[in-house]
């Protein structure tokens, strides 16, 4: 699975939140913004002044590292209150 600049920022980091690092790196604020359901990756790249095809690169490098979730395993962790019960 590939990003596109033509996706939402907001659409990307929720698919693959090891995205989130790399526009943090960027110093790019979109995490948490309002706009971020609105904006693509390539009006946020316009926005900040970053290089579009790099940051695809890196957008892309984190999605290929972060690990494949299966039905058995939908992200949550599990715990009892109160602990030790």
Known sequence: ???ESTQLVDDVMRRW???I????NYKMRC???PIACFHTVDDACREHE????KFLADLQAAIV???EQ???DPGFVT?????GS
């Not at 715990?79 to 602990?83: G, M, R, V």
């Open 31 to 33: 995490v948490g913004c």
């Open 79 to 83: 715990t009892q209150w109160p602990a």
């Open 50 to 53: 970053v290089e579009r095809m």
């Open 70 to 72: 299966t039905s058995a």
């Open 65 to 67: 590292k972060e690990p």
């Open 17 to 19: 939140p090891t995205t």
């Open 1 to 3: 699975m590939s990003v």
């Open 21 to 24: 690092r790399v526009f943090l």
